[in-house]
Nanobody, 122 residues
Framework: QVQLVESGGGSVQAGGSLRLSCTAS????????MGWFRQAPGKEREVVAR????????YYANSVKGRFTISRDNAGLTVYLQMSSLKPEDTGVYYC???????????????WGQGTQVTVSS
């Protein structure tokens, strides 16, 4: 069982920056992909970015390209999401997830963090 522990998040004004961190308790073949999802009130959970444990592959949602950067540490157990030029529409609960498939569908990720709130005010 892989446990994911998130940190970071908070409140910031539009144009500001925040960094989220997520540390996995262990590595397994079913957690080789780590990603960040977000869910705004009344909306479905959507993928923000994902990264392969090797660090060689990354994906970004169109809405965050050029503003967010996903990275991981050398051990591949901690993933970071650096968020810059934040907009009010980036507000939501951000979840770290891990899975074994290179995909954007939340249902394909077996492990989830507890979620952390990001609030961007205008």
């Amino acid at each position: 069982q892989v446990q994911l522990v998130e940190s970071g998040g908070g409140s910031v004004q539009a144009g500001g920056s925040l960094r989220l961190s997520c540390t996995a308790s262990q590595y397994t073949d079913s957690s080789v992909i780590m990603g960040w999802f977000r869910q705004a009130p009344g909306k479905e959970r959507e993928v923000v970015a994902r990264i392969h444990r090797s660090g060689g592959y990354t994906y970004y949602a169109n809405s965050v390209k050029g503003r967010f950067t996903i990275s991981r540490d050398n051990a591949g157990l901690t993933v970071y999401l650096q968020m810059s030029s934040l907009k009010p529409e980036d507000t939501g609960v951000y979840y770290c997830a891990a899975g074994g498939t290179w995909a954007s569908e939340a249902s394909l990720y077996a492990y989830w963090g507890q979620g952390t709130q990001v609030t961007v005010s205008s």
